[in-house]
């Protein structure tokens, strides 16, 4: 049985790719978080993943690349695309392409963790465990 949702998470920026991760961690997904496409289309845990969040601007592929190639290898969990885009044509052409949702960078929190929940709970996977709670010392 499936405790937690798995998310698997790439982009070629590792501040941002830290910031997803942890920001995804505290809201109680299991995340794996790749900063080369290579690795991520050969790790053991791309079969397992119950949605990935892919950026759209990286060296060697864009977004739709990956995308492609993992639906090539049968990887058929639900994607989104991330993007410092406001621009109309990426999220047509995204939605195209198979992207199940599109969130722009600066809104990444409440959007993108929204986003996760509603896909993963459309494919009947438990959304999250338990957040973790961060508590300020003083």
């Known amino acids: 049985m ?5 998310i698997l998470v790439v982009d070629d920026d590792m501040a ?28 053991d845990s791309i079969h397992e993943a119950n949605c ?19 639906r090539r290898r049968q990887i058929t969990a639900p994607a989104i695309l991330l993007t410092g885009s406001s621009d109309e044509t990426v999220g047509g052409r995204a939605v195209a392409a198979g992207f ?6 600066p809104h990444l929190e409440d959007e993108l963790v929204g986003a996760i929940r509603e896909l993963t709970a459309q494919i ?15």
């Open 100 to 105: 199940a949702r599109v969130v722009e960078k």
């Open 2 to 6: 499936v405790s937690r949702a798995l």
């Open 52 to 70: 990935l969040v892919v950026d759209y601007r990286m060296p060697a592929m864009d977004g739709f690349d990956v995308l492609r190639s993992l």
């Open 16 to 43: 941002v790719l830290n910031s997803l991760g942890f920001m995804l961690e505290t809201e109680g997904f299991e995340v794996r978080a790749f900063s080369d496409i290579g690795e991520l289309l050969h790790a």
């Open 124 to 138: 009947g996977i438990p959304a999250t465990g338990p957040p973790i709670r961060l508590w300020r010392i003083p």
